[in-house]
């Protein structure tokens, strides 16, 4: 048996509750039950949520498909962003402005640009 949370197998019994032995995870603090049903909705399901939001259904269309709550679709989205979604990597040839240097850079520029009677 290992901890639910983190597969550790650093646990102690911690008591009883509903005549079922407790174990709490010595690393985590995560307690758990031998036999204990899994809470929440199906993997499959979580998936399916987040697969239509990222094809444009709205949150409020696909939680009421799947009677569930627009804020408890939110929490899959985002865990599911963290999971397997990662920033790109930024350029190093992007010229990175301040909003007041462009200004600046926008009036220097305005000849090459054709902005002569767009900025005074
Ligand atoms: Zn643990």
């Known amino acids: 048996m290992n901890c639910r949370k983190c597969q550790s197998t650093d646990f102690v019994k911690n008591g009883h509750i ?3 032995q407790r174990y709490k995870c010595k690393k985590c603090d995560s307690q ?3 036999n204990h049903k899994h809470r929440g909705r199906p993997l499959a399901e979580r998936a399916l949520a987040v697969f239509l ?4 259904l709205s949150m409020n269309a696909i ?3 799947l009677d569930t709550a627009p804020s408890t679709l939110l ?3 985002r865990n599911f ?3 397997h979604a990662h920033p790109p ?3 190093t040839d992007a010229v990175v ?5 462009m200004w600046h850079y926008l009036k220097e520029k305005k000849q090459t640009l054709g902005l002569e009677g767009v900025l005074s």
């Not at 939001?53 to 444009?56: Q, R, S």
């Open 97 to 101: 402005l301040e909003l007041d240097e």
């Open 53 to 56: 939001y990222c094809h444009g």
């Open 63 to 65: 939680s009421k498909m």
């Open 32 to 34: 758990w039950t031998e």
């Open 81 to 83: 962003s963290n999971q």
């Open 75 to 77: 929490k899959w989205i």
């Open 18 to 20: 509903k005549k079922k």
């Open 89 to 91: 990597e930024p350029q």
